[in-house]
C-alpha cells in the first residue's frame, strides 16, 4: 500500500490571508481584544510567494521555457525518508527535455544575502535526481540581491519581480 502526500495551495491571496490569519482570530476580533499579528514579513514572503506562482506564464517567457515543453510545475515537497533527506522547493518547472529549474522565490525589505546560495544548494543536494537531469537554479526575488550573489554566478537565472509586471 502506497502512501501519497498531497498539499492543496489556494491561488486567492486574500481568501489565504483571511483563512490563515483572520479567521483563527475571529472571536477574539469580534470582541473587540487587541489581536496581535503574526510577523509582517512572514504573511507577505507566502503572499508574495503565490503571487509569484500565480504569473508562472510570465516566468517561462523570462526563463526562455515553451509552455508546450513544461511536464510539471508546482511547489515541491519531498518527504525525508531513511534514503534521502526531505526538502522543499518553492517552485519546480520539469521540462519534457529533462531539465528541472529550481526557483527559489525570496521576499525581504532588503537585499538578498549569499546565504540564500548554500540554502539552495542544500535544496538541490536534497532533491532525488534523475540521472539524466540537468539542475538550473533561479532566485525570484523583491528589493534586490546583494554583489555577492550576483558576482558568485550560481544562479542559472535571478529574476526580480519588477520583470514580471512589465
Same mark, same amino acid.
Given at each position: !500500500?502506497?502512501?501519497?502526500?498531497? *498539499?492543496?495551495?489556494?491561488?486567492?491571496?486574500?481568501?489565504?490571508?483571511?483563512? *490563515?490569519?483572520?479567521?483563527?482570530?475571529?472571536?477574539?476580533?469580534? !470582541?473587540?481584544?487587541?489581536?496581535?499579528? @503574526?510577523?509582517?514579513?512572514?504573511?507577505?514572503?507566502?503572499?508574495?510567494?503565490?503571487?509569484?506562482?500565480?504569473?508562472?506564464?510570465?516566468?517561462? +517567457?523570462?526563463?526562455?521555457?515553451?509552455?508546450?515543453?513544461?511536464?510539471?510545475?508546482? @511547489?515541491?515537497?519531498?518527504?525525508?525518508?531513511?534514503?534521502?533527506?526531505?526538502?522543499?522547493?518553492?517552485?519546480?518547472?520539469?521540462?519534457?527535455?529533462?531539465?528541472?529549474?529550481?526557483?527559489?522565490? *525570496?521576499?525581504?525589505?532588503? @537585499?538578498? @544575502?549569499?546565504?540564500?546560495?548554500? +540554502?539552495?544548494?542544500? *535544496?538541490?543536494?536534497?532533491?532525488?535526481?534523475?540521472?539524466?537531469?540537468?539542475?538550473?537554479?533561479?532566485?525570484?526575488?523583491?528589493?534586490?540581491?546583494?554583489?555577492?550573489?550576483? +558576482?558568485?554566478?550560481?544562479?542559472?537565472?535571478?529574476?526580480?519581480?519588477?520583470?514580471?509586471? !512589465?
Amino acid at each position: !500500500k502506497r502512501v501519497k502526500l498531497y *498539499k492543496y495551495r489556494l491561488k486567492d491571496n486574500y481568501l489565504r490571508f483571511y483563512l *490563515k490569519y483572520i479567521e483563527p482570530k475571529r472571536a477574539q476580533i469580534e !470582541k473587540n481584544r487587541v489581536v496581535k499579528p @503574526p510577523a509582517w514579513s512572514t504573511i507577505m514572503g507566502i503572499q508574495f510567494e503565490n503571487l509569484v506562482l500565480n504569473n508562472f506564464h510570465k516566468i517561462y +517567457e523570462l526563463l526562455g521555457i515553451d509552455p508546450a515543453e513544461v511536464i510539471y510545475d508546482n @511547489p515541491y515537497f519531498q518527504r525525508k525518508t531513511k534514503t534521502h533527506s526531505g526538502c522543499q522547493i518553492d517552485y519546480l518547472i520539469q521540462t519534457r527535455f529533462n531539465t528541472l529549474y529550481v526557483c527559489e522565490i *525570496k521576499f525581504s525589505k532588503d @537585499p538578498i @544575502p549569499f546565504s540564500v546560495i548554500k +540554502e539552495v544548494q542544500q *535544496k538541490i543536494d536534497s532533491l532525488l535526481k534523475l540521472k539524466s537531469f540537468s539542475i538550473r537554479p533561479v532566485l525570484i526575488h523583491v528589493n534586490g540581491v546583494t554583489d555577492a550573489v550576483l +558576482e558568485s554566478d550560481f544562479f542559472a537565472k535571478i529574476i526580480d519581480f519588477g520583470q514580471l509586471l !512589465k
